[in-house]
């Protein structure tokens, strides 16, 4: 069945370095994929969406790859706030969602 | 433009009883997903319905559970005989497109409805 996953349970970094956020997925060959953030009591909130036949996007600091050989999205956080401490979850075209990464970002 | 309206935001029902959770999608909207959400744990997927048609309901438990998207008015997601287990928080979410290859947008979601089950 397939089957997707994000790293680790939580991240902790330093204000101003990069985070990067792993998605991996088996058994499945999504034609899309997307990124979201939620805040803890409220619903997730859009923030990127990756074609398979697009290797990179990037908005303002945020930065999604995708590699359907490895089967895998990197998200990248560049120069992190603590205003970006949050959970993120990664989804296929089929509105299935990973369990998501809680990032924290330490002043 | 309206977001996602869920209600109510907080419900409590006593075992044995009905839920029923709304969702009114955003305008112009025609496909509508429900989500649960136990603390501390991600999105589930429960059923994915367009106007007055169920497509993907994998996610839904056989019984006790329910979901309906009528031509007019909200999505309605129903759960008789409330257990503690049910204790979760629920969300919709809306997008004017379906998930398919030919077609890739994003969901708007609502604030979720949390249900306690005394």
């Known amino acids: 069945s397939q089957k997707i996953e994000q790293n680790s349970e939580a991240l902790n970094i330093q204000e101003g370095k990069t985070a990067t956020l792993t998605c991996n997925y088996t058994?499945?060959?999504?034609?899309?994929l997307q990124w979201y953030r939620q805040d803890p009591g409220r619903g997730p909130v859009f923030l990127l969406l990756?074609?398979?036949?697009?290797k990179e996007k990037r908005k303002e600091r945020l930065k999604v790859t995708f590699d359907t050989t490895l089967k895998q999205s990197l998200f990248h956080i560049t120069a992190s706030q603590p205003a970006d401490s949050a959970t993120y979850l990664c989804?296929?075209?089929?509105?299935?969602f990973g369990a998501g990464t809680r990032l924290t970002v330490k002043p | 433009n309206a977001g996602v309206m869920q209600n109510p935001r907080h419900l409590v029902r006593r075992r044995g009883q009905e839920a029923r959770l709304r969702c009114s999608p955003m305008?112009?909207?025609?496909?509508v997903y429900w989500y649960r959400q136990l603390p501390e744990e991600g999105l589930k997927f429960m059923v994915y319905?367009?106007?007055?048609?169920?497509?993907?309901e994998s996610g839904m438990p056989k019984e006790r559970f329910s979901a309906e998207f009528p031509k007019e008015g909200p999505s309605i997601l129903r759960i008789q005989q409330v257990v503690r287990g049910d204790s979760a928080a629920y969300f919709c979410a809306s997008s004017p497109r379906d998930g398919g290859a030919a077609m890739n947008t994003e969901a708007f979601f609502g604030q979720g409805t949390r249900l306690t089950v005394v």
């Open positions: 989804a296929f075209n089929d509105m299935r």
């Open positions: 058994n499945y060959s999504p034609a899309y």
């Open positions: 990756i074609r398979e036949n697009e």
């Open positions: 319905l367009q106007k007055e048609n169920i497509i993907d």
């Open positions: 305008k112009g909207h025609s496909h």
